[in-house]
């Protein structure tokens, strides 16, 4: 992680004080408090329905809280209306089935958010969106549409589409979970760039190397609940709670 001034590190960029969900019956969310600093990469790990997927997805209110506080650069997430959309184009959200408008070239994918939301001038847009495809390795694509590429490129020209809106942080909501394995690395590998770049970072992923080898945090999640937290050698290799030691046993050998 880069130095830091110390006004930058005295307000997180994402931060969730006391935050609680239900689907239904369901307690998903359980008294959730994180903070996430600029410049730093957390990865958040658990097994399935532990969570993880719904804290990413409140983090820019696709999800609801029913209480607690988000907070995004000292600023509360508005509930709805035009701040919202404003705060939202801060955060890039980079999910598990790409998300690309399937009707749109890949250029006017890219394109799309910062000429109707930002404003940006076309030719000004198009030019930008070339630099971030060459920069994830899908330039020669642009003027094909999503179905004609496969999986990783899809999901690198989706990188390429939340780049574009200049964020402040890039949330990934298991990001490689729906792609062959031998199109993971070429997505994790632009990962592992932008985090070099000192891109602010929330990652939901299985990928256990990934979160070892990039992550500043590693955030254990189970049953709706922060479990455990600390740096990845840490975690995985001396972890403090027999939950931990139970998930880590159970993706052994995976």
């Given amino acids: 992680m880069k130095e830091q001034s110390a006004a930058e590190k005295s307000v997180p960029v994402i931060e969730l004080r006391h935050v609680d969900k239900h689907f239904g019956d369901l307690h998903v969310l359980r008294d959730i408090n994180l903070t996430v600093e600029k410049g730093e990469v957390l990865v958040v790990i658990g097994p399935s329905g532990s969570g993880k997927s719904t804290m990413c997805?409140?983090?820019?209110?696709?999800?609801?809280?029913?209480?607690?506080?988000?907070?995004?650069?000292?600023?509360?997430?508005?509930?709805?209306?035009?701040?919202?959309?404003?705060?939202?184009?801060?955060?890039?959200?980079?999910?598990?089935?790409?998300?690309?408008?399937?009707?749109?070239?890949?250029?006017?994918?890219?394109?799309?958010?910062?000429?109707?939301?930002?404003?940006?001038?076309?030719?000004?847009?198009?030019?930008?969106?070339?630099?971030?495809?060459?920069?994830?390795?899908?330039?020669?694509?642009?003027?094909k549409v999503p179905a004609q590429l496969s999986g990783g490129q899809q999901q690198r020209a989706a990188i390429a589409r939340s780049l574009a809106m200049r964020p402040k942080a890039m949330m990934f909501d298991e990001p490689t979970s729906a792609l062959d394995p031998e199109m993971i690395n070429e997505v994790l590998d632009v990962m592992v760039e932008l985090a070099r770049e000192g891109m602010t970072m929330v990652v939901v992923t299985h990928e256990m190397n990934f979160a070892r080898r990039v992550a500043d945090r590693v955030v254990f999640m189970a049953d709706g609940q922060i479990v455990e937290e600390g740096a990845p050698d840490e975690f995985f290799d001396h972890p403090r709670t027999q939950r931990a030691r139970d998930f880590l046993d159970s993706i052994k050998g995976h």
């Fill in 57 to 143: 997805r409140t983090i820019n209110r696709l999800e609801t809280i029913d209480s607690g506080e988000i907070l995004i650069e000292g600023e509360p997430l508005p509930q709805e209306g035009a701040e919202l959309t404003r705060m939202r184009a801060e955060l890039g959200m980079v999910f598990q089935q790409f998300n690309l408008f399937a009707h749109m070239t890949i250029l006017d994918n890219v394109t799309l958010g910062p000429r109707e939301v930002l404003g940006v001038p076309r030719d000004e847009a198009e030019r930008r969106a070339m630099e971030l495809l060459e920069r994830v390795g899908v330039a020669e694509q642009a003027q």
